[in-house]
T-cell receptor
């Protein structure tokens, strides 16, 4: 069966510090991978998605970047965090032909202070 | 621009009664709709979905109704149980958009024993 791992679960970072969140998927090949963010009082906002290694699409301009160095690994990064980057970050995957159905990781609660 | 709207931030229901969660959308290109359930500090889990070619889909205690002319869908939970207490997200996708999901802000359902 497929599983998705996302870490860390919680993170407190000072403004201006770098960020690296990692997500890995097991049990499937060539998944579509996604990074979502839930900010306070808002819905789930799609940040990035990837259909393959090295292929990254950005949905909104922001202070973040994403990379996919391996088929089942998706990384969210920032060189300098802003206060507005605080939120609940979720990694998700889907399979070709069932792209509507996303499977989410357990999330990372990021607090930028 | 909120394309998927859940206008009720919260809903409280007695155990055994019906819970009705509502969702409205504005994008007429949306053709697939999903409901996700989310517990605190966890990622959302898929609950039920419906294609625009249908107006009803049922899965056990959960039924989703779609009214395309009104651009409205609802999730019915009968009978409601305390374990149903969670945040429920409505999501939609459009064919040709790489099946990216657009989420509403969520509705917190509390089922009281």
């Amino acid at each position: 069966s497929q599983t998705i791992h996302q870490w860390p679960a919680t993170l407190v970072q000072p403004v201006g510090s770098p960020l690296s969140l990692e997500c890995t998927v097991e049990g499937t090949s060539n998944p579509n991978l996604y990074w979502y963010r839930q900010a306070a009082g808002r819905g789930l906002q799609l940040l990035f998605y990837s259909v393959g290694i090295g292929q990254i699409s950005s949905e909104v301009p922001q202070n973040l970047s994403a990379s996919r160095p391996q088929d089942r690994q998706f990384i969210l990064s920032s060189k300098k965090l802003l206060l507005s980057d605080s939120g609940f970050y979720l990694c998700a995957w889907s399979v070709l032909g069932q792209n509507e159905k996303l499977f989410f990781g357990s999330g990372t609660q990021l607090s930028v202070l | 621009d909120q394309q998927v709207k859940q206008n009720s931030p919260s809903l409280s229901v007695q155990e055994g009664r019906i819970s009705i969660l509502n969702c409205d959308y504005t994008n007429s290109m949306f053709d697939y709709f999903l409901w996700y359930k989310k517990y605190p500090a966890e990622g959302p889990t898929f609950l039920i979905s419906i294609s625009s070619i249908k107006d009803k889909n049922e899965d056990g205690r959960f039924t989703v109704f779609l009214n395309k002319s009104a651009k409205h869908l609802s999730l019915h939970i009968v009978p409601s149980q305390p374990g149903d207490s969670a945040v429920y997200f409505c999501a939609a996708s459009a064919r040709g958009s790489n099946y990216k999901l657009t989420f509403g802000k969520g509705t917190l359902l509390t089922v009281n024993p």
